[in-house]
């Protein structure tokens, strides 16, 4: 991922605690909070000069590669906790 593509993540984060900083994404529809995100994801596709869905399509690689990456290292992490005799089950 590169500098300019963290960014962007950082942006829309940023603007997702803002607008959506109590609610719950576990009990709201995917639609619903994307809907929030839209004003931030419209800005960001007219600065890069893209059309909506081009971002859209762009901004979820990001997230799905930022949460593959966030996977990952805690794995890495709970690796270092394994004491060789316990079983730890992670999904």
């Known amino acids: 991922m590169t500098e300019e593509q963290r960014q962007i993540l950082t942006r829309i984060n940023n603007y997702a605690k803002q607008v959506m900083g109590d609610i719950d994404p ?3 529809q995917v639609s619903v909070q994307l809907d929030k995100l839209r004003p931030i994801m ?3 596709a007219v600065e890069m000069n893209m059309s909506p869905e081009d ?3 762009l901004y979820m690689d990001l997230q799905s590669e930022a949460t ?4 990952q290292k805690l ?3 709970l690796a270092d906790l ?3 005799g316990s079983s730890f089950l992670y999904r």
């Open 26 to 28: 576990q009990k709201i």
């Open 75 to 77: 794995r890495e992490e």
């Open 55 to 57: 971002f859209f399509i």
């Open 68 to 71: 593959c990456r966030s996977d």
């Open 42 to 44: 419209d800005k960001i």
């Open 82 to 84: 394994d004491d060789g």
